[in-house]
């Protein structure tokens, strides 16, 4: 079963949504404001760049190497499909989000 009707939106899914969508972007911006106070000049754009890349989806590489590692492969590929459709959604907001930072 293939195409967007397959997406699954079970515990373990929103877990790493949130982490790929909420918890990494928010890890890479106190690593940026950390280091801005301990003297790093970090420039707006770059700024912005890492924080926009951090929410990033899943790498689409990602069912095949489940497959090498005998892992669970349908999961992986929920996760990559899952997270591609909504970075749609996501990156407006992080946008709007990390605008100061300019």
Known sequence: DA???AIRFDRDTIVALIGRFVIAPALIAGL???GMHAGFNVPGLEAQTLIIQAAAPGLAVLPILATEAHADVEYATNVVTT???LF???VPILMMLV???A
Request: glycine content about 14%.
């Open 88 to 90: 749609v959604v996501v």
């Open 3 to 5: 195409g967007l009707k």
């Open 32 to 34: 940026i404001l950390l």
């Open 83 to 85: 997270s591609t459709v």
């Open 99 to 101: 605008q100061g930072l």
